[in-house]
């Protein structure tokens, strides 16, 4: 499982990892799983001729923790917070994503406050997930400040959600047919707060870390991929929005009240590194002013439709989507008519942009792909499961 | 005459209401006629200084890494307390503090990075994961259920995952630990002390 | 392009292949031996243009399995679902990591936990499990005693 640092010093020899890819003088090196910039643990075996990369092959399987075989033996309730431990930092959407997969299968309707309310602590998620990105991702490169300036940010939106939904991580909150609660009366004053603070603070992060001639360096022209590449790898969300494809799922397909909300999908046709950064900055103001369109309106009603203590779906397949903050989040149910699904198969966004890594690190530098790493934003747990 | 000197004019860690102070240096200053003299026991001190500067190592597998992160950064800010600098080598790190959960195919390298850690180490198991299992206990073929079947743990934290309150107590039950020689390697070391080796 | 014309040009196409119906996508059988041809011609035919691949899963019916692939295309927005039928006890099935690249991880991922060989793929081996592990996890005939400890 471990390759050993080595120095390849006949040519002839056949690497493991297939294809003739090492040439004499070639280094092998390991990066992780224990990293500070691997975002988890995920295990990178690079392949250098000198300090350009040749070849990057991920290694997967250190967070793989059989999701998909325990589901199996979950309830149609019960499976959902797991998938809250996935992508961890869209806990939100991911627990969306399947309710509104089990509801598809039970033909439930959604009372519209449930609505409203779920499409805000989706935005307040995605908030929050671009953030953390921002602060890693500055981390990465080298700039340690901003990693505290979006963390004290983050704190707000978790104190937040702490107030109406009782946990600042994990926050089981959606069920199939609403939400849990209904939202903490203190809810919409601090939601306005957090906004007229916050935006602010998004021409504080240009002003820090955009405009800075430091961080364009290190970012302009570096882990390019085209938008053929981009749609044959399979990439979505800021990453493929990055290189020109538009793949957003809240305006392609959208669900509960997006399309009754006005916003813009953004879209960069650079392909670069600093093309995906500028399309998760501008979405930080593009969630922000979804936020505010819809923290005005709420619609006064039931939180929860009624349904079924114990849920059955009827035998057949169903499947769903959301756009999480890192791309596409698909829900894939097979049923049986029974009250576990037979097969259940998360569609996550991580393990089709990791994907493409290989193919836009080859031929530059390991700085570089430090900060390709961190302009793909990988959540390791959601691409092992 | 300051706080700490009593009326005979000795300085003493004794708290305005006369109790010992909490992790303050364990030793007292006795005055003589050209400067103080240090009176105290050399393990006491030693424990009191290891305790107070622990630097973490940076492993956080999963969910729990986020909230270890909150714990480092301005709001919950660990590094008063010593914990100032995490490092990401194990050679210079004296605390691991595992967060998430441990799978077969990552407890290799988990029980590398112990053996890579110089003595004195010790050891955090943060969230139900790294405890148990946790939620992933039942049904799944790929999960150790519990860090502690790879490593000795000195202390555990519940939560799923658990507040960054909830860490920083953990963090000062080990320092806790640590000045009272109740951590493995202290008992370890004791007792061959004691039985003559 | 709605799902009757998607029929008509598929039946056109494939004239072996069987539709599943009472599902929300244009959901369709073919067999597994002629599966490359049929994906190359997907790809490029003008009006089919399937060129975003973004789910590739297995479903272990206890006495077979069934590959999944879920097709969309970008540029006239229909999806397709191809479901083929393999044998339980030599599952093969060519791969299409050449036509779309993110069949690659994808097919790796499914031969780990299912033990499908997907033929002419360049790096087949275990991808999320230890490289000894015995078996096939997510079959419904795996057991695990010492591990799985069931509720």
Not at chain 2, 75 to 95: C, H, I, L, M, N
Request: hydrophobic share 40%; with cysteine.
């Amino acid at each position: 499982m471990y390759r050993e640092t080595q120095i390849i010093s006949d040519g002839t020899k056949s690497p493991p990892s297939g294809g003739d890819l090492e040439g004499v003088g070639d280094l092998v090196i390991n990066v992780g799983p224990q990293h500070p910039s691997t975002h988890g643990v995920l295990h990178l075996v690079i392949t250098l001729s000198g300090e350009t990369i040749k070849n990057v092959e991920p290694h997967l399987g250190y967070i793989h923790r059989s999701i998909e075989k325990m589901c199996e033996s979950l309830s149609y309730r019960q499976f959902i917070y797991v998938t809250s431990r996935m992508d961890y930092l869209s806990s939100h959407i991911n627990n969306h994503g399947c309710a509104l997969c089990v509801e598809k299968g039970l033909q439930i309707e959604i009372p519209p406050r449930a609505k409203v309310i779920r499409v805000l602590m989706d935005e307040l998620t995605r908030l929050a997930s671009h953030q953390l990105w921002w602060g890693a991702m500055a981390m990465d490169v080298g700039a340690l400040t901003p990693f505290f300036h979006a963390f004290r940010e983050r704190e707000m939106i978790n104190d937040i959600m702490e107030e109406t939904c009782g946990a600042r991580l994990t926050m089981n909150y959606m069920v199939p047919g609403g939400v849990m609660f209904d939202l903490h009366p203190n809810f919409q004053k601090r939601v306005k707060e957090f906004i007229e603070l916050f935006k602010s603070k998004i021409d504080e992060y240009d002003e820090l870390v955009t405009d800075n001639i430091i961080f364009q360096n290190r970012m302009k022209g570096v882990g390019y991929l085209s938008k053929e590449d981009a749609i044959s790898y399979g990439c979505t969300g800021p990453t493929a929005r990055g290189s020109g494809v538009s793949c957003d799922i809240r305006k392609l397909y959208p669900y509960e009240v997006y399309i009754e909300v006005q916003f813009d999908e953004i879209i960069e046709t650079g392909g670069d590194c600093f093309a995906r950064y500028l399309v998760r900055l501008k979405e930080l103001r593009q969630s922000l002013s979804i936020v505010e369109q819809l923290i005005d309106n709420i619609p006064e009603g039931d939180f929860q439709a009624k349904t079924k203590a114990v849920l059955k779906l009827p035998k057949g397949e169903f499947y769903s989507r959301v756009e999480t903050a890192r791309g596409e989040f698909g829900v894939y149910i097979v049923s049986e008519g029974g009250t576990t699904p037979y097969r259940i198969k998360f569609r996550s966004p991580g393990f089709s942009n990791l994907s493409a890594l290989n193919h836009m690190a080859k031929g530059y530098k390991i700085g570089d792909l430090v900060a390709i790493m961190g302009t793909l934003d990988l959540v390791i747990p959601d691409i092992d499961r | 005459m300051s706080d700490l000197q009593n009326i005979n004019g000795e300085f003493e860690n004794v708290s305005p209401t006369g109790g010992e102070l909490e992790g303050a240096f364990p030793g007292s200053v006795h005055p003589t006629a050209s400067g103080g003299i240090l009176v105290t026991k050399l393990d006491e001190v030693i424990n009191w200084a290891r305790s107070n500067s622990l630097w973490p190592l940076v492993f956080g597998t999963s969910c729990c890494a986020i909230e270890m992160m909150s714990t480092a950064s301005a709001k919950y800010d660990w590094s008063r307390f010593g914990f100032e600098v995490a490092r990401a080598t194990p050679r210079q790190a004296d605390v691991i503090i595992i967060a998430g959960t441990i799978v077969n195919k990552m407890a290799p390298v988990l029980k590398r990075l112990y053996d890579q850690m110089a003595d004195p180490k010790y050891v955090i198991a943060m969230g139900a994961c790294a405890t148990s299992g946790g939620p992933f206990f039942y049904n799944t073929y790929s999960v150790v259920k519990g860090a502690d079947h790879v490593i000795p743990v000195d202390v555990y934290i519940a939560g799923c995952p658990p507040r960054p309150e909830a860490l920083m107590h953990a963090l000062i039950t080990l320092q806790e630990k640590i000045r009272k020689g109740w951590t493995r390697e202290q008992i370890k070391n004791n007792n061959s002390i004691s039985n003559g080796q | 392009m709605s799902n009757e014309e998607l029929k008509i040009k598929l039946i056109e196409l494939i004239p072996s292949a069987t539709f599943e119906e009472g599902n929300e996508w244009m959901t369709i059988n073919i067999e597994s031996s002629n599966w490359k041809t049929v994906a190359q011609q997907f790809r490029s035919t003008a009006g089919f243009e399937f060129d975003y691949l973004f789910c590739l899963t297995c479903v272990d019916w206890k006495t077979h399995l069934t590959m999944v692939y879920h097709l969309t295309s970008t540029i006239h927005r229909h999806t397709l679902v191809v479901k083929s039928k393999l044998d339980r006890n030599n599952p093969e099935i060519e791969t299409v990591s050449d036509i779309w690249r993110t069949a690659e991880f994808h097919e790796r991922e499914v031969y780990d936990l299912f033990g499908v060989k997907f033929s002419h793929h360049p790096d087949l081996r275990r991808l999320l499990l230890t490289d000894d592990f015995n078996g096939y996890p997510l079959r419904k005939d795996f057991e695990d005693p010492v591990n799985m400890i069931k509720l």
